[in-house]
T-cell receptor, first 109, second 115 residues
């Protein structure tokens, strides 16, 4: 079993839909990252959080430390949101990141 | 460009050659991380370096791979005698310092192809 599990693996949506991507982890962490990767492209850090909720534009990230679970929400999705979204956790007392396998999102007009 | 700079973006090598991948961290950042993304797989940690020191190399293959971050200049990931299985995207990230409140900023990666 992977230490970081994401669901779903693939997600398609119509433009304007509300999207949720989930991440569960089984190790002690000090922080969790949500990253975005476009095909053939680089990696952009969307959020780093260790508790509660963060919002940036149409993106919202939440984390529940007790349940070892985080969600990434996209409101009013747009085709340009199409990308792979990756959850990564920083192992407690280290600087090492462990990554989920990513969620491939496609938003159709 | 104040971001993490990786070069080259694409690198093609024949089996048995050496590959050198470079990473210049963001200005002021002294911590560098290398990650590998194999085709159709997730990212995996390789090595964590500070200036002139390897802090954690638990993700590095035991042979042919080495990394350095000298006092001056970029961090280098070196792969000797490359094999087909080394084909992957290699990403570098940097941070200001250690600790959970220091985010890692990623470069655009180097896509390594082995012929």
């Amino acid at each position: 079993k992977n230490e970081v599990e994401q669901s779903p693996q693939n997600l398609t949506a119509q433009e304007g839909e509300f999207i949720t991507i989930n991440c569960s982890y089984s190790v002690g962490i000090s922080a969790l990252h949500w990253l975005q990767q476009h095909p053939g492209g680089g990696i952009v850090s969307l959020f780093m959080l260790s508790s509660g909720k963060k919002k940036h534009g149409r993106l919202i990230a939440t984390i529940n430390i007790q349940e070892k679970h985080s969600s990434l929400h996209i409101t009013a999705s747009h085709p340009r949101d199409s990308a792979v979204y990756i959850c990564a956790v920083r192992i407690y007392n280290t600087d090492k990141l462990i990554f989920g396998t990513g969620t491939r999102l496609q938003v159709f007009p | 460009n104040a971001g993490v700079m990786q070069n080259p973006r694409h690198l093609v090598r024949r089996r048995g050659q050496e590959a050198r991948l470079r990473c210049s961290p963001m200005k002021g950042h002294s911590h560098v991380y290398w990650y590998r993304q194999l085709p159709e797989e997730g990212l995996k940690f390789m090595v964590y370096l500070q200036k002139e020191n390897i802090i954690d190399e638990s993700g590095m293959p035991k042979e042919r791979f080495s990394a350095e971050f000298p006092k001056e200049g970029p961090s280098i990931l070196r792969i000797q005698q490359v094999v087909r299985g080394d084909s992957a995207a290699y990403f570098c990230a940097s941070s200001l310092g250690e600790g959970s409140n220091q985010p890692q900023h990623f470069g655009d990666g180097t896509r390594l192809s082995i012929l």
